[in-house]
Structure formats: structure tokens, C-alpha cells
């Protein structure tokens, strides 16, 4: 019997689902038959959840939501459910911003550099930064990141994730999705269920090495800890038939990195793509294809697949 990849019936929420990856990810889930629940922070991306519920015949719905205020995240998650008339069977934490940091920290810290250098750093904060990075990046010295910086940087990264997490699971074990509701007192680690739902994390290879040449300590942190969360909440709630894993991409490819603006910038594109032993970029498609197939229910052996970080690198990291 041919394997197949069907989410008909299955719904999934993707935080920060009208864009870049996250919008990659929307797109491959709908083309595989699933109904699809899309976060955004500012700009609304309504009219493409249309476009692409009339194109596979699918109901793909917008909700507004900013991820780091948990009140949010748990009435999303309410609206969700009023809307489609069911619980979710899968979520992908992948919201994320661009943050204006990028901007202030490129404008203070190209007088300390040569002039060929500022277009070489504004092409990378439009290449990586902006897309590359599911959550909010800092470039910035981290001897100069202020306290609501830093904070900042793990609010979208870290907290709000586990805000969207916490809710999910919640609503999945019959709980107010509000934890300050209260609910039934359930003793977890004794319980035995098949709930079949999944949670997948997008991290970042930025959790796992330090990259270069841009200073993100404060994201380079808050992608370890997500990373780490995605195996602590696998470790606690895979008994229950809820399956948590992340995935860690590396450099994806973008206009900018496609058609570096001078020579410089060319330069510095084509050591990135060195520093890649494939020899290349993955496109934001790959990224959202290769999503729809781990999601499936053929993931990691029907089931056996949990506290699991795939890396999605060309091999950055081998290094």
C-alpha cells in the first residue's frame, strides 16, 4: 500500500502562520488536506488565508494574537475552537516579529566600522534576522542589551511558546485553557491516555552554535532554552499520547541573500553558503513541506517520535 500524507479532518494552529516560514508551513498543511488556524501579530493575513482556503478547499482563518500576554494566547486558543467547532489536533509554535533593535543597533554600530561594511550589515539583518529566525532576534553587543531587551527576546521566544503549549494541553485534557480558572485537580504523571496530538517547536540552529558574524546572544539563549523545553514537555506529556518536538532550521534563503545588493555582500553570502556543506540555502518551501511530513501521521514511526530536535542545516552544524 502507497504511503500517504492526509490531514483531512486535522486541524493545526501555526502562531505567526501568514509569513515566511510559518507561512510555508500554512501553505504545505492546507495542500495536504488540513484545516489550518493562523496567528499575527500587525499585519493581517486574512486575505490570504482565503486565497488559500478557495485553492485546496481547506478552511484557513486568521486570528489576531500577540504571543508574549498569555491572556491572548488563551483566547486565541478559545476562538480557535468557537470557530472551527473543535479542539485542535496539532500546534506549531512558530510566531515571531521583527524587532526594531535590528535598526538601532545597525544605525549605533556602523560608525564603528568601515564604511563597505553598513550595506554588507543592513543586508544581513534584512536576510537573516527578518526571515531566517522564527521569533525576534537582538543584534547587539550583549555587554549593551538593556534589561526589557533581553526580556523581550525571550518573551516571544520562549515564553510565549510555552503560553501556547500550556494552552493547548490544557484545553486537550478538558482544563479551562486559562491556568488562573483552576480546573480539575489531575494527577498527570499517573494518567494513561492516547490523546494523538502533537506540539512541534520551531527553533533554531542558533540554539545549538553560536552564529557568526552577528551578536544575538540573548536569541542565540532563548532558541537553547526552546529547544530544551520542547524535551523537558515531551518528557512529561508523551504518556498521554501528546507528541512534543522541535525542529532547529538553519539559513534560508531570501531575496536579499539571492541578489546581494554590492559585491561585499556577495562575499559574505557566499561564506554563509560555505559554511553550508551542501553548498546551498533551504528555501522557506523545504522548510514548510518538510513540516507537513513530519506532522503526518506517519511521524517518527507512528508515534515513537518525542523530545526529538531535527536539524534543518545543510549541515552548518557538523562543524
Given at each position: ?130 526571515l531566517t529566525c522564527p521569533g525576534i532576534t ?178 552548518y552544524t557538523v562543524f
Open positions: 500500500m502507497p504511503i500517504s500524507i492526509d490531514y483531512t479532518g486535522k486541524l493545526v494552529v501555526v502562531t505567526g502562520g501568514g509569513r515566511g516560514i510559518g507561512l510555508a508551513i500554512t501553505t504545505a498543511l492546507a495542500k495536504a488536506g488540513a484545516d489550518v488556524a493562523i496567528t499575527y501579530t500587525s499585519s493581517d493575513p486574512s486575505a490570504r488565508a482565503a486565497e488559500l482556503s478557495a485553492a485546496h478547499g481547506v478552511q484557513v482563518k486568521a486570528f489576531k494574537c500577540e504571543v508574549t500576554r498569555s491572556s491572548d494566547v488563551d483566547a486565541m486558543l478559545e476562538a480557535v475552537e468557537a470557530a472551527y467547532g473543535k479542539k485542535a489536533d496539532i500546534g506549531v509554535a512558530n510566531a515571531g516579529e521583527c524587532s526594531p533593535n535590528h535598526v538601532g543597533w545597525f544605525q549605533g554600530f556602523r560608525g564603528r566600522l568601515p564604511a563597505e561594511f553598513a550595506p554588507v550589515l543592513l543586508c544581513v539583518l534584512k536576510c537573516v534576522g527578518m537582538l543584534w547587539k553587543d550583549a555587554h549593551e542589551n538593556t534589561d526589557d531587551e533581553f526580556k523581550h527576546v525571550f518573551d516571544v521566544n520562549t515564553f510565549g511558546p510555552f503560553y501556547f503549549a500550556r494552552g493547548l494541553v490544557r484545553s486537550w485534557l478538558g482544563q479551562p485553557i486559562d491556568v488562573a480558572k483552576g480546573g480539575d485537580s489531575l494527577n498527570v504523571p499517573t494518567m494513561k491516555a492516547n490523546l494523538g496530538k502533537q506540539i512541534l517547536f520551531v527553533s533554531s540552529i542558533s540554539g545549538l552554535v553560536a552564529m557568526t558574524p552577528q551578536r544575538q546572544t540573548a536569541y542565540n539563549a532563548s532558541k537553547g532554552a526552546l529547544t530544551m523545553m520542547s524535551k523537558s514537555l515531551a518528557g512529561e506529556w508523551s504518556h498521554l499520547g501528546i507528541y512534543v518536538n522541535s525542529i532547529s532550521p538553519g539559513y534560508v534563503l531570501t531575496d536579499m541573500i539571492a541578489n546581494p545588493p554590492d559585491e561585499t555582500a556577495k562575499a559574505w553570502a557566499k561564506d554563509w553558503e560555505n559554511r553550508t556543506p551542501v553548498g546551498k540555502f533551504a528555501t522557506a518551501d523545504q522548510i514548510g513541506e518538510f513540516v507537513a511530513v513530519l506532522l503526518s501521521d506517519r511521524q517518527g514511526g507512528m508515534g515513537f517520535m518525542a523530545g526529538s530536535d531535527v536539524v534543518l542545516d545543510g549541515g
